[in-house]
């Protein structure tokens, strides 16, 4: 049976696609719901959010330690690429939440608080038990210690081709397939 899984989101295309991820869990029978202290104005982000309360996926706000109970993950969509410290408020106290809380974090293609290049430098990032990369790997997730997925088929041929990255085998219809060694 599907478990509660909280979405966490904020900024940039990270926070566009942890919604995407809450709409799919949704319809995979599971029972998400967002904490996001502010809601970009941008047309995604209100487009995103729309279909989310149409399919009554809850918004959260308040403290975020107190949304932690009774979840079974917690999916991090709250910086990507264009993250650069310090960390400002409110996402400096939403972050110290995740860090010490015990419920498994799944970071969507960059954890919150890593370089896009260098990785949790500082040590102010997310440390999260499962990574997915989607399209490819970005440069900080050689650093990454944890399981790591690449999600979706979004690489064309041609542009694999033209910048010579060797795109992982995705088996039947799959729409992701785990990773070890691609970045070495």
Same mark, same amino acid.
């Given at each position: ?13 990270? @926070? ?25 104005? =941008?047309?995604?982000? &209100? ?23 009774? &979840? ?11 993250? =650069? ?16 809380? =015990? ?42 210690? @944890? ?13 694999? =081709? ?12 799959? &729409? ?9």
């Amino acid at each position: 049976m599907p478990g509660r899984v909280r979405s966490s989101l904020i900024r940039g295309n990270n @926070g566009g696609d942890a919604l995407v991820a809450a709409r799919h869990l949704s319809h995979f029978g599971y029972c998400p719901s967002v904490i996001c202290p502010k809601i970009p104005e =941008k047309p995604l982000f &209100q487009n995103l959010v729309t279909q989310c309360n149409n399919l009554n996926i809850p918004f959260l706000d308040g403290p975020i330690s107190r949304h932690f109970l009774n &979840q079974s993950l917690i999916l991090d969509g709250i910086f990507g690429f264009s993250f =650069k410290g310090p960390i400002r408020a409110p996402f400096d106290e939403m972050i110290s939440s995740l860090k010490s809380c =015990k419920i498994p974090i799944v970071s969507i293609d960059i954890p919150s608080g890593w370089d896009v290049e260098l990785g949790n430098t500082d040590g102010i990032g997310l440390e999260p038990s499962l990574l997915i990369s989607l399209t490819y790997p970005k440069k900080c997730a050689s650093k990454f210690m @944890g399981k790591h997925y690449i999600g979706g088929r979004f690489l064309p041929d041609f542009i694999a =081709k033209k910048y010579s990255i060797c795109a992982p085998s995705f088996p039947n219809a799959d &729409q992701f397939v785990e990773i070890q060694e691609l970045l070495e």
